[in-house]
């Protein structure tokens, strides 16, 4: 199978502070990964593209600063939600794909951010 | 800018009825096409895609899409719905040119037992 695993599933933060989430592929070796951010009732929002070793490409309109991504590996890649807001809190997924065409992608299970 | 459309946002049918969720995309060069759906408080499980060859593709819990090539659409489509399958449906293409894979926006279906 291929399985990715996101880490924390909830997480609940104060204002000002930073939060990290963790997306691993558990089976193989993610060429890419993809985060996601998706609202309620709405569709999965592209936030950007990372590749190991590199730089990640972020969605237009999305602070590259205040979400930081790293993908140190072919198996991890992390999401830091920088002094997180209010209106930070969303569901936060990601998906990772096997080769590099990207012709079928794997998701995480979500996480649950509350920024109280 | 490439772009997926759903049309119907939320769609209500009885038990037994037929469905048919539209999918429409922007033009972007060579796609792959996949329909997701998300059951209330899980992840995303996978239906089907389309990558080449035979434009109807079956999927898992007998559904099925038919890429249409000269209409940009790859509509999802199961002839008799059961209760369970009340969830959210999302089409998505993953555009070649541009590696990445963008969703539509979503229909949400609930069956009527």
């Known amino acids: 199978g291929a399985v990715v695993s996101q880490h924390p599933s909830r997480v609940i933060c104060k204002s000002g502070t930073s939060v990290k989430i963790e997306c691993r592929s558990l089976?193989?070796?993610?060429?890419?990964m993809f985060w996601y951010r998706q609202f309620p009732k709405q569709s999965l929002m592209l936030m950007a593209t990372?590749?190991?070793?590199?730089?990640?490409?972020?969605e237009q309109g999305v602070e590259k600063d205040k979400f930081l991504i790293n993908h140190a590996s072919l198996t991890l890649s992390t999401l830091t939600v920088t002094s997180a807001h209010p209106e930070d809190s969303s569901f936060y997924i990601c998906?990772?794909?096997?080769?590099?065409?990207?012709?079928?992608?794997?998701f995480g299970q979500g996480t649950r951010l509350t920024v109280v | 800018a490439q772009s997926v459309s759903q049309h119907n946002h939320h769609v209500i049918l009885s038990e037994a009825a037929s469905l048919e969720l539209g999918c429409n995309y922007s033009?972007?060069?060579?796609?792959?096409l996949f329909w997701y759906v998300q059951y209330p408080g899980q992840h995303l499980q996978l239906l089907l895609k389309?990558?080449?060859?035979?434009?109807l593709v079956k999927g898992i819990k007998g559904f099925e899409a038919e890429f249409i090539k000269s209409k940009f659409s790859f509509n999802l489509r199961k002839p008799s719905v059961q209760w369970s399958d009340t969830a959210e449906y999302f089409c998505?293409?993953?555009?070649?040119?541009?590696?990445?894979?963008?969703f539509g926006s979503g229909t949400r279906l609930s069956i009527r037992p």
């Open positions: 998906s990772a794909t096997k080769d590099s065409s990207n012709t079928e992608a794997f």
């Open positions: 089976d193989f070796q993610a060429t890419t």
């Open positions: 990372s590749n190991e070793g590199s730089k990640a490409t972020y």
């Open positions: 033009y972007g060069g060579t796609v792959n």
């Open positions: 389309y990558f080449s060859g035979d434009p």
């Open positions: 998505a293409v993953n555009y070649s040119s541009a590696s990445k894979i963008i």
